[in-house]
Structures are given as C-alpha cells and as structure tokens.
C-alpha cells in the first residue's frame, strides 16, 4: 500500500473575551449521582433572633400638663346664646403666640334682663361660666388674663369676644408643664440596632455552621442570606424596638431592647470539595453543552450568588492561552502520532469518524484525508503535516 498525508490545520485562540452573568448552575443534593455541569451542596438556615439593649444617657423636657380654667360669657342681648361642644377660644400668649383653647360640653349664655327702677332702667347682661382646656400641653398654653381674643364655634367665622357680644373675661389660665423624662429617640436606636445586626449575623452563621457540621458538610459563607449589604440598605430583617422610639423609660433603670430577626438561607457541601472548587469543573461544563465555550477556551468566574432559591455565576470566557495545544507554530510529534494512531489501517469512514473525535477534542481544527478506501497499517506509510 503507498503511503498517505493527512494535513492538518491546529486550534487557534480566538481573540475576543465573552462575558456571561446570572449563569445559573444546578445544585444536586449532597451524596446525588455527580454531574460536570452541576455542584453538590446542600441548604441550611431557619429564622434566627438576635436582642441588644442600650441604654437612655440624656433626659429631655416634654409637655406634660396643659393650661386651663374658668371663662367667663356675658351676654348683653335680649336672646339667650347657645354654643356647642368643641367651641374654641382663641388667645394670645405674652409673645403674642396664638393659644387656643376648647370647651368640652356645650353650654349657653342667658339672655340679658332689663329692670324698671323708677328714675332708671337697669339691664343685667346675662352670665355664665365655661370650663376650658388648651388643645396643646406645655408652659406655651400658659395665658395671662383677658387675653382670649375670640370664639370660633364649629362651622362658622369668628366672633368677637374681647369687646363684643358676648364678652369673654377670665383670670390667667395656667396648668401647662414640663417635666424632665427620659425618652427613647431614634438616634439611640440606631447604634444598637446596628449592634443587634451584627450578633444576628455571627449568631446565624454559627447556627448554620453546626447544621452543616451535623451533615459532615462545611458552611459556604459566600452564600450566607441576608448579608452585610442588605443590612447596610435595611433590608432582609425585622426589628422591634422596647419601649418603642417615642415613648418613655423608667428613670431609674433607663435601659431599652432592640430585637431583631431574620429568615437565613445558605448552601453547605463538602469540606474537600468546596463550591469553588466545584464551579471551576461545573462552569464550563455547562458552557460547553449549551456552546458557549469552544476550542482554545476557558472560563473565568469572578464571583457567584445565591438568593435562597438559586445559585448563579459571573464571569467571562476567554482565550486559554495556555492550552498547548492552541499555540503551536509547527505540528509536534505528540500530536502527529495522536493522528496517525487515528487513522492508522482504517477504512476512510472510520478515519474520518476519528479524525472528527480530534476536532471535537481541540487536538486540531481541521485535517484534509486524501481519497483512498483504506488507510495504511504502517506508521511510516502516514505522513501528517500542516495545511
């Protein structure tokens, strides 16, 4: 049999870099049948609860009391004037602010009454005497004497009281206080929540930790949810403050608890083939069957996440220009005898089938078989060279 020359091109890189985002990798159950396109690992979590306290250095002045009193109405008309409950009255305070004030039950003025007394006629305006309280506590309620202004009753415009009809006078009204407490603020909550977040946090992950000790399996902090960026954006927890923000504390033991809580979630696999180490076979496993990474590539992953439910991988692929095989100048001996073991005594289909395994392979890019039925039985009857 004469001899034959199998020519050959080799895989070049190719030059331009793909990037892939949100890839999402399949995750079989720890001790599952293996798969190159998938990682082995297990979930752990379950709500944890974490609670620090702190405690409430300064006091501040509140109102506690408001001003009130008596107001007495006279009425100079010959009709008696009936107000309803929720009247107000409106006065000034010494800083001419304005202070209103409001009778609670409805009452009513009597009319004015008119006596013949011979050389005179004497009238006697009606009177009558109305409770009233400030609608806002505090020392600011205080009022001097006479210094209600007007009426104004539900529904309706104002009415003169300080000269008109009826005619409103009254002694200071006073009873609006402070008094020195000790009150939780949100800017004493806001350290201690942070607090609490971090021994929620540490708290979890040795939870986590011991559950996937109890499996033989090691914790992936990688995937810990919720994590330190979702805190820091006050998200992925819950939190009850005690006393809430706005209320009070007990002086003598000033102290406030912040608890938080939060639904953790997160994959352990095993110790001696941790998750990445298993991306680096499951990724371009899975690049490859969907045909993403091709001959004389790689892949590259910069990071992954996992949201509870699913795990997926950032990265790129790019040239792998380490792969000997795709940076040949000249056809090595290696890869000659690689193809004349190929080819050697079969028949043309069957050397075509197996020069095709080689492609497929990235040993070459592509050959060129010559037109005979039989290749030869003898190395030396096979020449390979370049194209």
């Excluded at 620090?52 to 006091?59: A, C, F, L, N, P």
């Excluded at 408001?66 to 006279?74: H, P």
């Excluded at 949201?307 to 997926?312: H, S």
Aim: glycine share 8%; proline share 7%; net charge negative.
């Amino acid at each position: 049999m004469q001899s034959v020359r199998v020519a050959v091109t080799l895989p070049v890189p190719p030059e331009e870099t793909a990037p892939f985002d949100n890839l999402p990798i399949a995750i079989n159950a720890v001790g599952a049948p293996a798969s190159d396109s998938a990682v082995s690992a297990d979930t752990v979590g379950g709500e944890v609860r974490f609670a620090s306290s702190g405690t409430i250095t300064t006091s501040v002045l509140t109102p506690v009391g408001s001003a009130n009193g008596i107001v007495t109405l006279r009425n100079s008309s010959a009709q008696a004037l009936p107000f309803p409950a929720g009247t107000e009255f409106v006065a000034l305070s010494d800083v001419g602010q304005e202070v209103r004030f409001v009778a609670n039950e409805a009452f009513t003025v009597p009319e004015a009454t008119t006596s013949d007394q011979g050389a005179q006629i004497i009238t006697t305006r009606g009177q009558t005497q109305v409770p009233v309280v400030a609608r806002a506590p505090g020392s600011a309620s205080n009022v001097g004497a006479n210094s209600i202004q007007q009426m104004i009753v539900p529904g309706q415009g104002p009415i003169n009281v300080a000269g008109g009809n009826p005619q409103a006078i009254h002694d200071p009204l006073q009873g609006g206080t402070e008094e020195e407490v000790f009150l939780v603020k949100e800017s004493d909550v806001q350290p201690v929540l942070a607090d609490a977040l971090t021994g929620l946090d540490t708290q979890a992950r040795q939870e986590m930790s011991a559950a996937a000790a109890g499996r033989g399996l090691a914790l992936e902090p990688t995937t810990v949810l919720p994590n330190a960026a979702m805190f820091a954006q006050l998200q992925g927890f819950e939190y009850t403050v005690t006393p809430a923000a706005g209320q009070t504390v007990d002086p003598a033991n000033p102290t406030f608890t912040v608890e938080t809580r939060a639904r953790y979630s997160a994959l352990a696999a095993p110790s001696s083939n941790g998750l990445a180490l298993q991306l680096q076979q499951a990724v371009p496993g899975l690049l490859r069957q969907t045909g993403r990474l091709g001959q004389c590539q790689k892949a590259e992953i910069t990071g992954w996440s996992w949201d509870g439910a699913l795990l997926t991988v950032a990265g790129r692929v790019v040239p792998d220009t380490e792969d000997q095989r795709c940076n040949q100048e000249q056809l090595d001996e290696i890869t000659a005898q690689q193809i004349r073991d190929a080819v050697r005594g079969k028949p043309r289909a069957e050397a075509i089938a197996a020069l095709d395994v080689l492609v497929a392979e990235g040993v070459i890019a592509s050959y060129e078989l010559p037109e005979v039925e039989q290749l030869p039985e003898r190395d030396g009857q096979i020449s390979v060279g370049l194209r």
